[in-house]
């Protein structure tokens, strides 16, 4: 894999900016017609955010076949690094206490498949650095979103006249979620052939007490349509039995998609064992649970970053791995009072390291999703980093380099404005093959679409 660095603009972008700037001041109507008409599309094709509307911009971040090779390459690369975390996990008491708030669930966790790469489906968050690197921020290796729908969005914007890229030659096909957007549950059916010799028959989309439904219909309709028996059920409404792990019907369940939060589950496993017989067929391989266990929770937490760019850790990856890791892993450490290295592999005490550069970090609670509490050091008040400083070093969090995002000109329609806003570029990774990329942007420093971002096609020229 090159680890040359790559321009993060195309002059196809370049032209697609000056012509936004100029219809922003001079032809606005124009482009809000036919931004109107992309969401109408796209809301007519059943596409949403959780009841929303699916907030794809008309304005598309295109890059060049070299750019989407190299962050391509780098994604797949990643996945494999993440392999040899989840076995490190199992075996290394220093890296099972970056995790704290998964102890309950490590018998479960520990019990790896077979299969490698371990996560099947991911969405690898990522920035360009100021070093020309691309730089993953977070990993989403428990059930990201996206999967389906955003392969639809970018073939819906296609077909589009559009007065931004008129006259260049703009292509999502390159992009296999976007080429087929069943290539997702081909991922599903292929893993199980791959760990039984088999065809699947049934199939479950389990979440936890009714969260995280968005884009279950388009996997269900997909699973279905691949001649299966599928159904949405809750992860404590499972049996295990003789024959295997059973639904509410008694009907046997070969194939299970994991869309829950595993916070959840660490809450009830607390007072209850309602859901053991769930966790056990999944430790146990009795069913092929898709992410499993082990990238539910501690692949997806934001300290697996730590884990990659520590150097307690380095021993565990060969030279090529640290090569890659330095160069497109941000540095990580999970807070904790004592010594460890700064970016520059200086010795610190991190506390206080934390509290002198706060202009260049970012604070996270290690487990959460959709960016909560999330605090970028150059937008916080001195007071307020204080303060999650002291909770930091009581609850899991992880500090991270702040990697300024780029910046592009962009519609957001929740607002009806043209403004620039802060973008990244993401790697859906299927089977550890890139499937397709996305581009989020937004006016708020933590980007989400949660948190009023937007969508933006990614397109190739």
Known sequence: MTIATVPATSEADARIERRLRKLATSGSASIWEAQDELSSEIAKAGLHFEGRAYPVCLRPLAINGGLANHVGATAEAVIKLLDVAAELYCCNEDVQELFPAYKPLRHWITSLPKHRPIVRICRLDGLFGSDGYYKIIETNAESPGGVVQNGLAAKIWSRFPNPLTHGLSLDVSKQPFAEDPNCFVREL????????????????????????????????????????????????????????????????IELVY?????????????????????????????????????????????????????????????????????????????????????????????????????????????????????????????????????????????????????????????????????????????GGRLAGFQSRASFDPVMNVGRSGVLLPVAID
């Open 258 to 430: 994991n869309k829950l939060d595993p916070r959840d589950i660490v809450e009830v496993r607390e007072c209850s064992d309602r859901l053991d017989d769930y966790l056990d067929a999944c430790a146990a391989h009795e069913v092929v649970s898709i992410n499993p266990w082990v990238s539910q929770c501690v692949l997806s937490d934001k300290a697996i970053l730590a884990v990659l760019s520590d150097d307690l850790f380095s021993s565990n990856f060969n030279a090529e791995q640290i090569d890659l890791i330095a160069r497109h892993v941000p540095w990580t450490r999970f807070v904790r009072p004592g010594v460890t290295t700064d970016p520059e592999r200086r010795r610190i005490e991190l506390i206080g390291y934390i509290r002198d550069n706060k202009a260049n970090l970012v604070l996270k609670p290690s487990n959460a999703t959709r960016g909560e509490h999330v605090l970028v050091g150059g937008f916080t008040s001195s007071e307020v980093w204080e303060e999650h400083i002291h909770r930091a070093a009581r609850n899991p969090y992880v500090v991270q380099e702040y990697v300024r995002p780029g910046e592009v000109t962009a519609l957001h329609p929740p607002s009806r404005s043209i403004k620039k806003m802060a973008y990244g570029i993401d790697c859906y990774v299927f």
């Open 189 to 252: 059916v292929s893993t199980y052939y791959a760990a039984t010799g088999r065809e699947p028959r049934t199939a479950a989309v389990v979440n936890f007490r009714g969260r995280y439904t968005n884009e279950v219909d388009w996997i269900l309709n997909g699973l279905r349509d691949s001649g299966l028996k599928a159904a949405l059920l809750d992860a404590s409404a499972m049996k295990r039995t003789p024959r295997g792990l059973v639904g509410p019907d008694g009907e046997l």
